[in-house]
């Protein structure tokens, strides 16, 4: 590619400064002139980010509970006013045991079950200790977490009642047991997840297509007959996707600060710079798509099912990496979204700064760099 | 120095190695109007590809302005004007947006070179606002000869511009050419069309990846060696049958309402009819006529 350089009427930067400016225009023009891929670029970030927040955030309000109580003392009893009293809960007592509570769970009808053991308040009474079990169902684990805390919050309600006229403190130890999902990964993991699958998508899938569409269309044998240079072809098409891109991180952003009432608790603009890294990363994935691919439907096949399942399946967002076999384990570091998605979650969740995160960005960064030079070296200056 | 030289170029596809251009030789002086004329799949677009250095040749070389095709890529992309068979420019961008993107990425401006192309333009100017995939087939190929001659090419290449074009699209077109080649741009076209070849300075008559002649199309015409007649008569089916069969006949194939039918020697016209008539044939019609392309064509095709 060293001979553009020096081509006749040697093109000074001023030209093809202008001939960059005029192709990402076009970009431009090709993209908002398209209804269905202004839908797919703008409308799915949004409607994602409403349907996993709105998915997770279940009402807790009126949720059915079930009581076992092998008690059946004072205790005991005023515990479960104090619960039915709330209104977050409707309970239904039951004398039964263990197996028809795992049942009644199964059939999904109760959320949580609150187990008194025998002799609680003569246990508290006399041992100033009692326990207390509670179960919830952790299949979602969203509404189990705020379950649990709202019973643990009731039960030391009234251990604070108790202690105010009693010379030894008494403790009432609610052990807590998660079903099904014993983990509870983080609840709010769908948003980092969320950012990473739309990014993936829309600059993998949008770049690949677009260039893709240029080679089916004819245009490109037009613009390799041309002295318009084949890499800035390749960045005229990544610039305004990269624009596109960051646009969809900010408002993703705005959504789950605004409408999910989470906020970002790291740096606001380190979050950007890995986004950016992140875009980039993908940007590079489309961009080989479409220098290996002929036709915009195979280009889009690919970047679907080679690109979207795995970020759902081995990025963590979904399924947890930990409990995967070794070997999914491994296979999991070459998705580049895992690490972006460790990366968003530190910062936006733990509020970490760069320092916790500087590995993964080196990993991505190395990522990107290995992609661009391996599709470049792909890169057809001619047809065929 | 010519304007485009090919010397026993040669292409080669895929496994079972097809090959697509043959050892081609030939020139294209400067300024001329060439024309590259055979049917689909003779290789006319594997040769233009070539020559826009959009393919690699498997043998042979080629020059474009004295540069070769190969090692001075760079330099005959940034002189040379093409224009794809496809329509290939973009259907969701106005005519006037087209035109000035390709003006743009060939480094100049639809006004410094708006001479070139005002005749051309000044037919669909007044659709600027309309996007180029909503024009009609001929103000299309309007537009893309407007965006391929934007950048004052020295050689124009325009693969089948006129194919899918209605007649009075495709005169207008080479009208248009006519005037460029006035202008002194060099330009190589192909056509599957026979009639357009007359319109050339010099035709290439090229089948299956070989050239089957290369003249002026005046002495392509002047060369056909035979005598040759038009016929007609009421059962077409049956005539052509019997023909074939007549052994003084060289050749005879349909040629649209009439029979062409070459002779080696010089023939008395009352003795064919009335062999025909002996084979049983009405309304015969028979008159000598001057040979088309088509029929220089296909008489090159049989030898």
């Not at chain 1, 590619?1 to 001023?14: D, I, Q, R, V, Y």
């Not at chain 2, 006129?162 to 495709?170: E, I, L, N, Y």
């Amino acid at each position: 590619m060293k001979c553009f350089t020096n081509s006749p009427g040697a093109l000074n930067a001023e030209i093809s400064m202008k001939q960059f400016i005029t192709f990402v225009r076009k970009e431009f023009a090709h993209v908002l002139r398209d209804r269905k891929t202004l839908l797919i670029l703008f409308g799915m970030p949004v409607m994602q980010i409403l349907i996993f927040g709105f998915a997770l955030t279940n009402e807790v309000k009126n949720s059915a509970i079930v009581v076992v109580d092998y008690a059946q003392d004072e205790a005991s009893q005023k515990l479960i006013s104090r619960i039915e009293a709330s209104r977050y809960f409707e309970v239904s007592k039951s004398a039964a045991d263990h197996n028809q509570i795992e049942e009644s769970f199964k059939e999904g009808k109760v959320k949580l079950a609150l187990i008194f053991p025998q002799n609680f308040y003569s246990d508290l009474m006399h041992q100033n200790k009692a326990q207390i079990q509670i179960i919830t169902d952790a299949t979602d684990p969203n509404t189990a977490n705020t379950l649990a805390n709202y019973v643990t919050a009731i039960i030391q309600d009234y251990q604070a009642d108790l202690n105010q006229n009693a010379s030894l403190p008494y403790r009432i130890i609610p052990e807590t047991k998660m079903l099904y999902n014993p983990q509870l990964k983080s609840v709010h993991g769908f948003v980092p997840g969320v950012m990473a699958l739309v990014l993936m998508l829309v600059c993998v899938m949008m770049t690949a297509v677009s260039i893709v569409r240029e080679k089916e269309m004819g245009t490109m044998e037009i613009l390799l007959v041309s002295p318009f240079k084949p890499l800035l072809v390749i960045l005229s098409k990544a610039v305004p996707y990269l624009i596109l891109s960051l646009i969809n991180v900010a408002s993703i952003l705005c959504l789950s600060v605004f409408v999910l009432d989470l906020p970002v608790n790291g740096s606001l603009l380190l979050l950007f710079a890995e986004s950016t890294l992140f875009i980039i990363t993908c940007l590079t994935i489309g961009i080989f798509i479409s220098v290996r691919t002929a036709s915009q439907q195979v280009a889009m096949l690919i970047s679907l099912m080679g690109m979207m399942l795995p970020t759902i399946l081995f990025s963590g967002f979904m399924f947890p990496i930990e409990n995967m076999p070794k070997v999914l384990q491994v296979i999991t570091n070459i998705v580049p979204a895992k690490w972006y998605y460790i990366i968003v979650k530190s910062i936006m969740i733990k509020g970490l700064g760069f320092s916790a995160i500087w590995k993964e960005t080196l990993i991505l960064a190395g990522m990107t760099l290995f992609l661009l030079i391996v599709s470049l070296k792909n890169f057809k200056i001619r047809l065929a | 120095m010519y304007a485009v030289k090919l010397n026993n170029l040669t292409k080669v596809y895929g496994k079972d190695k097809t090959v697509a251009v043959d050892n081609v030789s030939l020139t294209v002086e400067k300024g001329e109007l060439f024309g590259l004329i055979g049917p689909d799949g003779a290789g006319k677009t594997s040769i233009f590809r070539m020559l826009t250095t959009l393919l690699l040749p498997d043998g042979g070389s080629a020059t474009v302005d004295g540069y070769d095709i190969v090692k001075d890529y760079p330099y005959i992309r940034s002189t040379v004007g093409y224009m794809p068979g496809k329509f290939s420019l973009y259907p969701d961008l106005t005519v006037e947006e087209n035109l000035s993107f390709f003006a743009t990425v060939f480094g100049t401006t639809i006004e410094e070179n708006y001479h070139l192309i005002k005749d051309i333009y000044i037919q669909i100017e007044k659709f600027k606002h309309r996007r180029a995939g909503k024009l009609s087939g001929g103000m299309k190929q309007k537009l893309a000869l407007c965006c391929a001659l934007i950048h004052k090419p020295t050689v124009l290449f325009l693969d089948e511009p006129t194919t899918g074009v209605d007649p009075v699209s495709r005169k207008e077109f080479w009208e248009m050419l006519k005037r460029l080649k006035e202008q002194g741009i060099t330009i190589m076209v192909s056509t599957p069309y026979m009639d357009e070849a007359t319109l050339c300075d010099r035709i290439a008559l090229i089948d299956q990846g070989k050239i089957l002649s290369i003249e002026t199309p005046e002495n392509i015409i002047d060369s056909y060696p035979d005598k040759l007649y038009a016929v007609k008569a009421e059962n077409m089916y049956a005539l052509l049958k019997t023909i074939s069969s007549y052994d003084r006949a060289a050749d005879s194939y349909a040629f649209g309402e009439y029979a062409h039918v070459s002779f080696r020697e010089a023939i008395n016209e009352d003795v064919v009819k009335s062999y025909l008539q002996e084979k049983g044939l009405t309304g015969i019609e028979l008159k000598p006529i001057h040979a088309t392309i088509e029929d220089c064509f296909i008489n090159l095709l049989r030898k």
